[in-house]
């Protein structure tokens, strides 16, 4: 690996140096040529943190510049199917954080643009990557469990984000769930069939008046016969709660949440032991690590991502279905979306 | 406490030999004057050993004594309200086995007639007395979670019933998870509203040939807007698995299974913990010991028992919701039954 | 078994109503036809609430009843082996509390006696019997974790003795550590050959004055190689702390405390889980009745007693070497004790 | 901080690595200028992984390049006093690998010369960055805990080192349990006075034949009252077992072992979680970035390192008494050595 691979990276908010410092910490053989941000600023601040010669406001620099061979598309939502487009027209290789789109219809034109430019393409699912999902993902595949009958998802952040970040996030589905949807997806290896969603603004009444539900029970039906149910609240006080279980003919494997460390304090009070990690920044950092690696050696090695634009679309699918249904009062099928 | 509570109980079987036990080892102001069986060899080997001095095949005969003051109907289900109608007339106060009836109207008038005969009735949710369930139920009430958002119940069975049990079961709703609706409803402390269920057969296709399902999730929605769900199978190859959490907006309170031991084998196959208590026996010994402590309690102090005939209603209620939702494939509101 | 089996109980202080309690409840076959105690009224408020027949002040009316085979010697120390001479010498089967005695020639004396008398003589070592204990030494026996290497014990009270008490204890390892000495030759299957003790008064300066201390630090050589290590404490903040490790060629096995409940709430302040069952009454109940138990069936069977005289010799032997040990500030032999 | 700290490493082993690997990707404003190796090819080897641009093979021109202001003494045991005393003339800030030496008069000779030079001297108790142990020594020092009564350190490697390196070691004391020493000394913050250590040959008899012991139990009297022990295995057939506890008058604070998730797998088998991660290089790769990172920081900011030579003197003082006192069979004070 003598030449290494250059990179652009577009946008340059918190994920954007997620990607950032992993790459530099640990891609040796990856070189992060340029970065763009529409606010210019910060794209600078970054560059001269991590030494990135090239800095633009506008991200067709870097999709023009013929030495990058990849870009990862960390800007706003709504302007990740255009990029990935663009993008894969300028033959780039592409990371794209999730959603690509609200809208199907853009999701799968991308999907179209990116088949046709035979580029590769990453959806940034972190989740997959992360060591306690692995451990379940392996223990099932191992068939320690036997057929997946029931999958159980905990997803709660630890504080609800501002309401402007709610009223242009899709909502609770696309925004939160997605991830779930997406770890439900891969727990299971199977396609869900149908969506029943019930929710409740209990969290904040800011979000109810925003059109949104701050509170979440999400059951979904799989076409190999499994069941799960994913459960969301937009703040649990205690901290990030990422849990999952799998239940299968055999047993079942469970995984827990991360500490900072596993001390535990005996007093009068009781038994105490630390809360979770804070956040998705801090949970999953060594999952944004790994994405990246192996989107890297997706390229390297000229093999399919381990998170494909299909997985993108899959989980979007099932987001507007869950939407559909809560709306409606009634379970919806994917295959009416 | 001169005088000794006099009771009888109708039905020799496991559960009846369980309240047999608890009272005579724990309840010494208790005396069990008489038992009865349509099955007589049954009821006369555990009067046998436990020196109960009368024996029938008819319990009509304990009804008839007019010493005996409370009577603890064991028999088989679709006796429950019947006999419980002819206790209630006889001015007995009543235990009764859950469910009372998988009909809705005998239940009614099985409240109406207890109502009137001004009887104590105390429904078999044992569950309720459980340590680890009164546990959550007081973090709850003493506002250590703050408002209830959603609870999580799971409940498994170590292994599937004969055939024969599932057909004349009224279902795994009705049998099985009325448990896990009582509980929804004592937990949260709230009416059910709406009931969403989903199920398959995966563990047994004789159970799916008995027109069941053995594996199911039941979402709840409830008056007080919390929501909650419940997963139940019917074979859990790791034992009984009965946990629980309820989440609120002050955090959570959450219980796992009991073991014999906490003893935990480290060794090159891993790190390895005892599996849960086998069953219901097992598993709720304590609960019914407690349960029947409080009925007795409530008879002498002359007090509400702690589950009433209105508890019992509301659980089938629920199971027969989720039946309906079942078949139909689509939410049913209480409110329709 | 037609024929109850009578026994007396000598003593009816906080011991003695733990064994009447567990006879009552659990054991049909035996009949408590008699209770002493040199405070009569004591005696007489037990007899009362268990119904026994037969009260006195003076134990020796219990070993002249030719109807009473056994007796459960429950009186303070200092009287133990002298009674438990006397009931020999009148051919009861014994049940001894710990320790025998503090002198070891008169232990000596109740070993020989107990020999010609041709009784049964179990002691109070009740832990062996506890759930947790009993799944260690199981996983120990077959062979889980191979040959023994070392056993870690931590035995912690939750609140030190009244002064009084301290004084005529025989010293904390005799009155406190007693227990885990036993339990660490019962965990290893070896004898001891020399201890170590270091200890401080940390706890209670009374203490001190009182001439013992409250915090030790015991270890122990094994004939068969094993090493073990006691930690005691007078006053542990959050409980009575009893938890033991037993590490081999093959792996370890421990256990931990044991608690009122599962849960673990989960709020700002941190994840909170129960603290130990109080002190011995709550957390070892179960190994009393068990113990009882086995002291029964030894009788009915004619088998030896699952701990005699000689495992009561044992760990007096072992904490008169500590208590020399801690004084001559160096290790001490067994067999120069 | 526009100019970059110029460092050299000496020792291109397993340890001189990790450092190696830390600073690359963590540290920024860290330049390896040079590494040295008495094997060439290995510092070759690890130069060019790094991009290190001068590589020796004598650690004496890293000494005299002007360039470089501190040096990490990676190298075998014997050279670390020798290098040490050479660096510190030299006038380079000390990075030096546990032990200093074995030989008391050399290490005093080293703290001696490094006070005389006034360079910074720190020494590789990486133990103490360890996010458990920070967070255990956090607990303590916020008197969550109270006063310190008792310290309880187990330490057990996975599996036993090769009998040459047994023989060159210094025995289990002063290569194994010496982290140990400097653990129980950092979380009591006070002083060993006494140590008694009792060990024996189970694990493997070529060690004994070498004159070490492979299992030990070491007590140590500290001049604050506290008490501590430590337990020891050079093979622990589950993986490498470093837990400690500290027990004070307000209760306790304990930490686990980690692992690579928290999957706990449950089936017929029983409920099976992960082994800890198998050794130090797995373990306590964190602590490994977090030492030389305040390494680092007390050279720009002209502190105090965290772990001083006094910290590596006292640490192989004790080692020194517990050899002595395993070979004469009493404890052994400090003040003797």
Known sequence: MNKKLKVGIIGAGRIGKVHTTSITNYMPHVE?????????????????????PCVYEDHKK????????AVLICSSTETHSPIS??????????????????DLEKIKEVLEVVKKAKVKYQVGFNRRFD??????????????????????????????PPIEYVESSGGIFLDMTIHDFDMARYLTGSEVTEVF?????????????????DTAIITLKFANGALAVIDNSRRAEYGYDQRAEV???????????????????????????????????????????DEMS?????????????????????AVLIGIAAKKSLAEGKPVKISEI
Do not use: W
């Open 32 to 52: 992060i040529k340029a970065i763009s941000d529409v606010n210019f600023k910060a794209a600078e601040e970054t560059a001269k943190n991590f030494g990135i």
């Open 247 to 289: 239940f299968g003919s055999k047993g079942s494997v469970a995984v827990l949440n991360d500490t900072l460390s596993s001390a535990v304090i005996s007093t009068k009070e009781g038994i105490i032991s630390e809360k979770p990690l804070y956040f998705f920044l801090e949970r999953y950092m060594n999952s944004f690590v």
């Open 85 to 102: 487009i663009e993008a894969a027209l300028a033959g780039k290789h592409i990371f794209c954080e999730k959603p690509i789109d609200h």
């Open 62 to 69: 870097i999709l023009s510049d013929p030495e990058i061979e």
């Open 294 to 314: 192996q989107f890297v050696a997706a390229i390297i090695n000229d093999t399919e991502p381990p998170v494909n634009a299909e997985d993108g679309l899959k």
């Open 131 to 160: 060591h306690n999902f692995k451990a379940i993902k392996s223990a099932v595949d191992q068939g320690k469990i036997g057929d997946v009958h029931i999958v159980k998802i905990t997803s709660r952040d630890p504080e609800a």
């Open 197 to 213: 969603a019930v929710g409740n603004c209990l969290v904040n009444p800011e979000i109810g008046q925003a059109g949104d539900v």
